[in-house]
């Protein structure tokens, strides 16, 4: 989940402070993380990437066009919205934000979770959740543009775009244009 | 949300709240597994004083696939056949750790007083008399909206039983609210008294708003009602308000015929016309789970 659509739950607006990876930096963590991706499954069998609504979403479909130029194959990307799995219905509005669509059986394949940022690691344990609906993948595997660190759950990610030490109150915006640090006031 | 006596609790942008995510649900049910743990915990009684297959089973199954756990009572099969009071009914069942009540009576008004005797529990009206039901609109809306997407402008015509009709009344409150255009259309011995302050249009010629039609609701005559004794015969209530095979032919290209079921075939609507693919009735029944999955989920899933 985007942490800066999170915010207009909170309350409050997003305060850009510095920016962290430019555009061209993430598209380069993109590609990298893409080839990680085919060289950890030997190639691109079975795999599946599902990009977490909304923020994973289009890094999702980012990555697939990078294996698709690497690898010359197209692998089918989904989207989930963990909204009904969170283990905080009821403490906050939560709401379902956009659509799930996931591609097919996911029994036998090798999920690749696409999102954002990681940060608590709710949001993966919701998906974790989601995905057993889905049929029993061979492996699920975490891909992340940023981890902001901060983990409450014991959840780490698979491929990393950029570690990033931030400080809890912060939020980290990842968009078209880069990764910036910010805070909401 | 409180509790859903009346569409009109909602408003516009409440039923696009509802509709929004029973998108979402509907996606759900087309899983392989359609259940979600979102109500883990929450328990939810179906409180039924009056008969209903398709609106209990609607919500249980609506319950049971957010996980919630479900009991279920029948009047008829219950203390209330001893002499045990509605009232003391209610406070039983909220004693016993309940967090939603959905309810149906034959009494209107009933959901209401609930609402205000229950402590904590989320009450949602399941029908009640004359009065609404308001769920049945909502799914009705969501199924017109998913075959002919936006309700704003199109023509709604409501057709039948008005007067006994609860379906009629929380629908003219949400086609209403969405923007739509409704017709009701009757004899005059079945509209209700007064029509005063419904935004409605009203006639007894079927034929001449049936071709403009982009919505035809069809109401059952509610027998249990007494509806057999406003009309002359069955024969002349279907020669002059039921749509009749012949009468369908007469439906826009993009037309589309609602009914709330269950279906008097042969009555309101012809057994051949109740299978053309423009009767979306059995997929009113499917998005109704999906409905009531989005009105308990916004009932009992938001933030206190």
């Given amino acids: 989940m985007a942490e800066r659509e999170r915010s207009h739950t909170r309350g409050g607006t997003f305060v850009p402070r510095s920016q962290v990876l430019s555009a061209a930096d993430v598209s380069r963590a993109l590609v990298r993380m893409a080839h990680e991706v085919a060289e950890r499954n030997g190639g691109l069998d079975d795999v599946v990437l599902i990009g977490l609504q909304t923020g994973g979403v289009p890094l999702a479909h980012r990555m697939a066009g990078a294996l698709g130029d690497a690898e010359g194959a197209a692998v089918p990307v989904g989207t989930l919205d963990v909204a009904f799995y969170r283990d905080d219905i009821g403490l906050r509005p939560v709401l379902p934000e956009a659509a799930t669509d996931v591609p097919k059986d996911l029994t036998g394949a090798v999920v690749v979770l696409v999102d954002d940022v990681l940060f608590t690691g709710r949001t993966v344990r919701a998906a974790l959740h989601a995905l057993s609906d889905f049929g029993r993948a061979r492996a699920v595997q975490l891909a992340v543009m940023v981890d902001r660190g901060h983990r409450e759950l014991p959840i780490r990610p698979d491929y990393v775009g950029k570690n990033l030490p931030t400080r809890r109150d912060e939020m980290v915006d990842v968009s078209e244009d880069g990764v910036v640090i910010g805070v909401l006031e | ?304």
């Fill in chain 2, 1 to 304: 949300m409180t509790h859903l006596l009346s569409v009109s609790d909602l408003g516009r942008e409440g039923i696009e709240e509802v509709l929004r995510v029973a998108d979402a649900f509907a996606e759900v049910g087309s899983r392989p597994i359609p259940k979600v743990p979102t109500l883990r915990g929450k328990a939810i009684a179906t409180l039924f004083f009056e008969d209903s297959t398709r609106t209990r089973l609607s919500f249980e199954t609506a319950a049971k696939r957010l996980s919630a756990d479900v009991l279920s009572f029948s009047a008829a099969a219950s203390s209330v056949k001893k002499g045990e009071s509605v009232r003391d009914t209610i406070e039983t069942v909220e004693a016993m750790g309940m967090d939603a009540l959905v309810v149906r009576h034959s009494s209107a008004g009933v959901p209401v007083q609930v609402s205000r005797w229950v402590k904590h529990c989320k009450v949602v009206n399941g029908g009640d008399g004359w009065h609404e039901h308001p769920t049945q609109a909502l799914l009705d809306c969501f199924t017109v909206r998913q075959a002919r997407g936006d309700i704003e402008g199109l023509r709604v015509i409501v057709v039948g039983d008005i007067r006994h009709s609860r379906v009629a009344r929380s629908q003219v409150l949400a086609y209403g609210a969405l923007g739509a255009k409704v017709t009701l259309v009757a004899p005059g011995s079945l509209l209700p008294p007064s029509l005063e302050g419904w935004p409605v249009e009203v006639t007894d010629d079927l034929d001449a708003v049936l071709p403009s039609a982009d919505v035809v609701s069809l109401l059952r005559l509610q027998a249990e009602r007494g509806s057999g004794a406003f009309v002359p015969s069955l024969r002349e209530y279907t020669s002059r308000f039921g749509l009749t095979a012949r009468r369908a032919e007469r439906l826009g290209p993009d037309a589309v015929v609602t009914h709330p079921g269950p279906m008097i075939r042969g009555v309101e609507i012809a057994s051949e016309v109740a299978e053309l693919p423009q009767t979306l009735v059995t997929r009113q029944v499917t998005n109704g789970v999906a409905v009531r999955m989005a009105v308990l989920f916004l009932l009992l899933g938001g933030a206190r």
